[in-house]
T-cell receptor, first 115, second 114 residues
Framework: QKEVEQNSGPLSVPEGAIASLNCTYS??????FFWYRQYSGKSPELIMF????GDKEDGRFTAQLNKASQYVSLLIRDSQPSDSATYLC???????????????FGKGTHLIIQP | DGGITQSPKYLFRKEGQNVTLSCEQN?????MYWYRQDPGQGLRLIYY???????QKGDIAEGYSVSREKKESFPLTVTSAQKNPTAFYLC?????????????FGEGSRLTVL
């Protein structure tokens, strides 16, 4: 059973600070990692993906991957109230043939940015 | 604009009734997926289709059925056999740029069984 674990929160961060969201996964064969943002009552939207160990930056977002520790994180710099949402971590492995049917989603972390 | 359209957005059903949720995409994606989301839960895969006229069961297919007669369309039927159908249903299509987890989601259909 492949598992993806996230702290459900809520994680409360003051506006302008760095929000740090964490995710651990159980399958050592995992190769690709995704962060989706989901506003309340809305559908998820992909914001970051990472395949290699290290950091990947895109604007205010940085994804960090450590395969040895089976840990992936998302940093949001200069947090804005509009960043308040649930962030879903998703993990895939090549065993599934590369299709998104192999994705395993975490339950999500609820992030609140306080003005 | 390209995207995925789900309908209806809200649906109420009496116990024992079947209901069909519509999903249409104009992104020219081969792969389409149906997920279920319950409060405080991650997404769980119901069915998926990689190509027209072919589909596969996901992790929680019991009580559901699908068809894929056209590339653009992937309707989901929630049958009376589904014991706990009240949930938020999300349709998605798969990007074809080699990103095996890049999914584009519709706005979702919220089903409530009375």
């Amino acid at each position: 059973q492949k598992e993806v674990e996230q702290n459900s929160g809520p994680l409360s961060v003051p506006e302008g600070a760095i929000a740090s969201l964490n995710c651990t996964y159980s399958d050592r064969g995992s190769q690709s990692f995704f962060w989706y943002r989901q506003y309340s009552g809305k559908s998820p939207e992909l914001i970051m993906f990472i395949y290699s160990n290290g950091d990947k930056e895109d604007g205010r977002f940085t994804a960090q991957l450590n395969k040895a520790s089976q840990y992936v994180s998302l940093l949001i710099r200069d947090s804005q109230p509009s960043d308040s949402a649930t962030y879903l971590c998703a993990v895939n492995s090549w065993e599934s043939g590369g299709g998104a049917d192999g994705l395993t989603f975490g339950k999500g972390t609820h992030l609140i940015i306080q003005p | 604009d390209g995207g995925i359209t789900q309908s209806p957005k809200y649906l109420f059903r009496k116990e024992g009734q079947n209901v069909t949720l519509s999903c249409e995409q104009n992104l020219n994606h081969d792969a389409m997926y149906w997920y279920r989301q319950d409060p405080g839960q991650g997404l769980r895969l119901i069915y998926y289709s990689q190509i027209v006229n072919d589909f596969q069961k996901g992790d929680i297919a019991e009580g559901y059925s699908v068809s894929r007669e056209k590339k653009e369309s992937f309707p989901l039927t929630v049958t009376s056999a589904q014991k706990n159908p009240t949930a938020f249903y999300l349709c998605a299509s798969g990007g074809d740029r080699g990103l095996n987890g890049e999914l584009f989601f519709g706005e979702g259909s919220r089903l409530t069984v009375l």
